[in-house]
């Protein structure tokens, strides 16, 4: 089974703080996506990324997949409190019939 | 509106009582899957199906059943619940393995 390990675990930062997330693998993606849940709700996509090095720009969250495509960043600046939630990356081996490998999250919360 | 539909939203059972939960897409996707999710863990896939009458096994699928007998259900059963299937889970969908999997709100699982 492939392994995709998330860092932190837990994130929680004050208003207008900038902040990283990582998302890691030993083994290579054809593609990476994003997802934020919400508490009582299901994961939403945020982005997919699918080149090795592509970065991708969704207001204030830049996400970017690693050039072997075996790991990912989501960056967030200036945090707001509306970001507060749990930050999912999920990774897509075309090798595999299963759908999408999931990494454990990363619960953020923002603080006012 | 496209959206993934789950039912029930919470349920409390005892051990041993069989259960079915339902799920259902209006999206006309091939592909479903159940997942579970506990803390610390993220996401794992229980069953996923690439079409009607086609199933198979995700990483955790002792102690579950699924059908795929027409395209927009995909109901998860439980024979016998025993505590350690308690959990949060949730149905997704998408149109081809891989891409975009849209969830639904999440059925919230107690054996006691």
């Known amino acids: 089974t492939q392994l995709l390990e998330q860092s932190p675990q837990f994130l929680s930062i004050q208003e207008g703080e900038n902040l990283t997330v990582y998302c890691n693998s030993s083994?290579?993606?054809?593609?990476l996506q994003w997802y934020r849940q919400e508490p009582g709700e299901g994961p939403v996509l945020l982005v997919t990324?699918?080149?090795?090095?592509e970065v991708k720009k969704l207001k204030r969250l830049t996400f970017q997949f690693g050039d072997a495509r075996k790991d990912s960043s989501l960056h967030i600046t200036a945090a707001q409190p509306g970001d507060t939630g749990l930050y999912l990356c999920?990774?897509?081996?075309?090798?595999?019939?299963?759908?999408?490998?999931f990494g454990s999250g990363t619960q953020l919360t923002v603080l006012p | 509106e496209a959206q993934v539909t789950q039912n029930p939203r919470y349920l409390i059972t005892v051990t041993g009582k069989k259960l079915t939960v339902t799920c259902s897409q209006n999206?006309?996707?091939?592909?479903m899957s159940w997942y579970r999710q506990d803390p610390g863990l993220g996401l794992r896939q229980i069953y996923y199906?690439?079409?009607?009458?086609?199933?198979d096994k995700g990483d955790v699928p002792e102690g579950y059943k699924v059908s795929r007998k027409e395209k927009r259900n995909f109901p998860l059963i439980l024979e016998s619940p025993s505590p350690n299937q308690t959990s949060l889970y949730f149905c997704?969908?998408?149109?081809?393995?891989?891409?975009?999997?849209?969830f639904g709100q999440g059925t919230r699982l107690t054996v006691v």
């Open positions: 997704a969908s998408s149109f081809y393995r891989g891409t975009e999997a849209f």
């Open positions: 083994s290579v993606f054809s593609s």
């Open positions: 990324v699918v080149t090795g090095g």
């Open positions: 999920a990774g897509d081996s075309s090798g595999s019939a299963r759908q999408l490998t």
């Open positions: 999206m006309n996707h091939e592909y």
């Open positions: 199906s690439m079409n009607v009458e086609v199933t």
